[in-house]
């Protein structure tokens, strides 16, 4: 499992890389071996990255397994069939999409055209991204809830997970922990964090986290918090951008639009039960620009909005 080192005699840390980031494991006293339940994490993180990546080229050793390369390969010609998780998991994507906020789960022909982040980083010509803008349509996705099929109904159109599949795979984590009784632990998929269980160090069970400081040092927080267990994921505009003629393009691109999002948010970390949904809420409420009204309930716990002047707005967390 990577890198284990065992902390205290309860307390064992592991280091992995999959997903295309390096992820960390912490786990504070368990029913079983902890280097087992961690062995048994590695290959549950690396079947999902299996199934999931689009990220692989043909000539990968493991290319073919990626369920969701299948679908996009055939794209205009066929519907794919699916597992069951997998089904579920781009069902809830595509249904997200659909709703229109920003996060669209097939905006992948449009971020390789801006490509933020890479060294091919370019502003494209208006007309070539409404001829992208055809091929993100969430509603030319065809779902079949009897056999589990898939389809893209135009050739060119790409399914990308990658903004939901840290969140569910750490959901997937967490179940996994609780059945082999782990009695708390933190698993951080490259930033996504989700606490399981109540933090064992403190009496009222509450963990600490730190928020980002977007104008200095990945590490260095602006403010910091302490939370009931829960997921912690952030959206923010101050990692990857590109810089021409004066002005900042982010990578966080607007599927309404086109192009990167007009906004004084630097970022917005979410708080929620489960962590495919801090995910999803995480995007919805950065690209809603500002607080959204009622927003905060049973599985959302709260939110910190960091503006471009380094203004921090919080919304619940009233603990």
Same mark, same amino acid.
């Given at each position: ?139 030319? #996705? %065809?779902? $079949?809830?009897?056999?589990? !099929?898939? =389809?893209? +109904? ?106 990167? #999002? %007009?906004? $004084?948010?630097?970022?917005? !970390?979410? =708080?929620? +039960? ?46």
């Amino acid at each position: 499992m990577g890198i284990i080192k065992y902390i205290s005699t309860d307390q064992v840390l592991a280091q992995h890389k999959a997903m295309g980031t390096h992820i960390s494991l912490q786990i504070y006293g368990a029913r079983e071996d902890p280097e087992k339940i961690l062995d048994q994490t590695k290959v549950l993180i690396d079947h999902f990255e299996d199934l999931l990546t689009v990220n692989r080229k043909p000539d990968h050793p493991r290319y073919g397994l990626s369920e969701v390369t299948r679908v996009n390969d055939q794209a205009g010609k066929e519907a794919v069939q699916v597992s069951s998780s997998v089904y579920g998991l781009i069902k809830l994507a595509v249904e997200t999409s659909r709703e229109n906020f920003g996060f669209n789960a097939l905006i992948g022909p449009l971020v390789k055209l801006w490509s933020i982040g890479f060294q091919d980083a370019r502003v494209p010509s208006d007309a070539e991204i409404q001829e992208k803008m055809k091929l993100i349509d969430p509603w030319m #996705v %065809e779902l $079949n809830d009897d056999d589990h !099929t898939v =389809f893209l +109904k135009q050739e060119g159109m790409e399914l990308d997970l990658g903004g939901i599949a840290k969140g569910w795979t750490a959901d997937r984590i967490r179940d996994l922990w609780r059945a082999y009784g782990v009695e708390a632990g933190i698993i951080n998929l490259g930033g996504n964090v989700l606490f399981v269980n109540p933090c064992p160090k403190r009496a009222n069970g509450m963990w600490t986290v730190g928020v980002q400081d977007p104008l200095k040092p990945r590490g260095e927080n602006i403010t910091a918090m302490m939370i009931p267990e829960c997921s912690v994921v952030t959206s923010g505009t101050y990692e990857r951008f590109l810089e021409v003629d004066g002005h900042k393009y982010h990578h966080l691109i607007d599927s309404r639009t086109g192009y990167p #999002v %007009e906004t $004084n948010i630097a970022g917005v !970390t979410t =708080f929620t +039960k489960n962590s495919v949904d801090a995910e999803i809420e995480c995007k919805r409420c950065f690209f809603a620009g500002q607080p959204i009204a009622n927003w905060v309930n049973d599985c959302r716990l709260g939110a910190i909005y960091v503006y471009n002047d380094e203004r921090v707005e919080k919304v619940g967390l009233d603990y």
